[in-house]
């Protein structure tokens, strides 16, 4: 079995949440064509508790669009458009390091708190049973957070943790010579889409994504996402990233959004 996979989603409160929920199916389907286990991986940041606001009722399931329901987990929010086509809504966070990189921390419930090293950070997202990833970002990966980042990779080995492609690296950025060194030493590369915290970038759910060949269990969401991420025997990178014009406008909306931090 196949499975489409955004591995890198946020949800800000700017966003228009039925526009996000059909995009995210919209572009899950598009790039991962024939895959009927569509999946998105939530990457809240401190500020942004929208699947525990679901979970206490505080959002309305219906405002997403369509047939949502929460797993029997009862830590996913499934989607059935009625084909027998389901996609799935993990929960995650982001988390800022006290070195300031970004370290995702897929398919747990924990609370991640930002601001501690990034070593620490790693390790209270495996005790937490999650997955983390360290996710690569505009201009964060050089210099001393490129140490920090070199450093994650000779204290952990690549069953204890992931790299994270972005669709804000440009088509003209070739692989960074750091995701091209943990490659080679056989870290899993994942992508996912990040978008950005001002309206409108919600339709850029599902954009960029990896294809994981593996089986999964609808009765249990959480824990075939997670083994799906440890255990999946082929990953490819499906979707695409933004040219360099249409990576700047991004980052020029992001700098003056009232939500970027």
Request: with cysteine.
């Amino acid at each position: 079995m196949k499975i489409v996979a955004d591995t890198h989603v946020h949800i800000y409160p700017c966003y228009d949440l039925q526009l996000f929920s059909e995009m995210l199916e919209h572009n899950l389907k598009k790039v991962g064509a024939g895959q009927t286990i569509r999946l998105g991986f939530l990457t809240e940041r401190h500020d942004c508790n929208f699947f525990d606001d679901i979970k206490a009722g505080k959002s309305n399931l219906s405002s997403l669009c369509g047939n949502i329901q929460l797993g029997q987990d009862e830590s996913s929010l499934i989607r059935d458009n009625g084909s027998g086509e389901k996609c799935i809504i993990l929960p995650g966070r982001q988390v800022v390091t006290e070195e300031r990189i970004e370290i995702l921390a897929l398919a747990t419930t924990a609370k991640i708190p930002d601001g501690m090293l990034a070593v620490d950070t790693v390790t209270m997202i495996l005790d937490n049973g999650g997955v983390p990833v360290v996710a690569w970002a505009p201009g964060k990966w050089f210099g001393v957070r490129g140490d920090v980042v070199r450093n994650l990779l000779d204290s952990f080995n690549p069953a204890r943790l992931l790299i994270g492609d972005s669709s804000m690296r440009p088509t003209i950025w070739t692989e960074p010579l750091i995701m091209r060194d943990a490659r080679s030493r056989g870290f899993r590369i994942i992508a996912g889409s990040d978008p950005l915290p001002f309206a409108g970038e919600e339709k850029m759910a599902g954009s960029y994504c990896s294809v994981f060949d593996t089986s999964f269990g609808l009765a249990s969401p959480l824990a075939s996402a997670r083994n799906m991420l440890w255990n999946a025997q082929n990953v490819t990178t499906v979707g695409q990233r933004g040219g360099p014009i249409k990576t700047l406008l991004r980052m020029y909306k992001n700098s003056k959004s009232k939500d970027a931090l």
